[in-house]
C-alpha cells in the first residue's frame, strides 16, 4: 500500500472514533492529539537534529519514534502522551493497510466471503495478483 495512500488515510480518520471508546481522562481528546504529536516531532527534530523530521536520516527517525513509542518524547501540550500517541498513529496506519485491497492481497486475505460473484476478489483474482500477471501493480 503506498505511503501516500496510509497517510491519506490517516488524515481522513486521525479525529474519528471508528467503533473505539479509547478516550481517556486527562489525555488530549483524539482530535489534538495525533496533530500535536506530530508538531512536537518536528519540534523535536529541528532541536536534535537541526532539520525536519523527514528529512532526517531513517536511522534517526527510527530512533526518534522509538522515543515517542517508549514515553522518553518530551514536551507537547497539557494532556499529550507520546506513547498513547505512537500507538494510536500506528493502530490508524495499520487499520488503513488492512482496510485498502492491496494490503488485503498482500496479507493473504481474498476479500469477504460472499456468493461467487459478489466477492470483490475472487480466486482467479487473487491468483493473477499473487503471479503479478500483466497489468497489476507490484506490491
Given at each position: 500500500?503506498?505511503?501516500?495512500?496510509?497517510?491519506?488515510?490517516?488524515d481522513a480518520n486521525f479525529d474519528r472514533?471508528?467503533?473505539?471508546?479509547?478516550?481517556?481522562?486527562?489525555?488530549?481528546?483524539?482530535?489534538?492529539?495525533?496533530?500535536?504529536?506530530?508538531?512536537?516531532?518536528?519540534?523535536?527534530?529541528?532541536?536534535?537534529?537541526?532539520?525536519?523530521?523527514?528529512?532526517?536520516?531513517?536511522?534517526?527517525?527510527?530512533?526518534?519514534?522509538?522515543?515517542?513509542?517508549?514515553?522518553?518524547?518530551?514536551?507537547?501540550?497539557?494532556?499529550?502522551?507520546a506513547t498513547e500517541w505512537f500507538q494510536?498513529v500506528r493502530d490508524l496506519l495499520l487499520?488503513?493497510?488492512?482496510?485498502?485491497?492491496?494490503?488485503?492481497?498482500?496479507?493473504?486475505?481474498?476479500?469477504?466471503?460472499?456468493?461467487?460473484?459478489?466477492?470483490?476478489?475472487?480466486?482467479?483474482?487473487?491468483?493473477?495478483?499473487?503471479?503479478?500477471?500483466?497489468?497489476?501493480?507490484?506490491?
Amino acid at each position: 500500500v503506498p505511503a501516500e495512500v496510509l497517510a491519506g488515510f490517516l488524515d481522513a480518520n486521525f479525529d474519528r472514533q471508528l467503533g473505539r471508546g479509547d478516550e481517556r481522562m486527562g489525555l488530549l481528546p483524539r482530535a489534538e492529539l495525533i496533530p500535536a504529536g506530530f508538531r512536537l516531532l518536528e519540534e523535536e527534530a529541528a532541536k536534535r537534529h537541526g532539520s525536519g523530521f523527514a528529512e532526517l536520516a531513517e536511522e534517526q527517525q527510527d530512533a526518534m519514534l522509538g522515543d515517542a513509542e517508549g514515553g522518553r518524547l518530551k514536551g507537547g501540550p497539557a494532556g499529550f502522551d507520546a506513547t498513547e500517541w505512537f500507538q494510536r498513529v500506528r493502530d490508524l496506519l495499520l487499520l488503513g493497510y488492512g482496510s485498502d485491497p492491496r494490503g488485503m492481497v498482500e496479507m493473504g486475505f481474498p476479500g469477504p466471503s460472499y456468493e461467487t460473484g459478489h466477492v470483490w476478489l475472487d480466486e482467479f483474482e487473487v491468483a493473477r495478483r499473487a503471479e503479478r500477471a500483466p497489468g497489476y501493480e507490484v506490491l
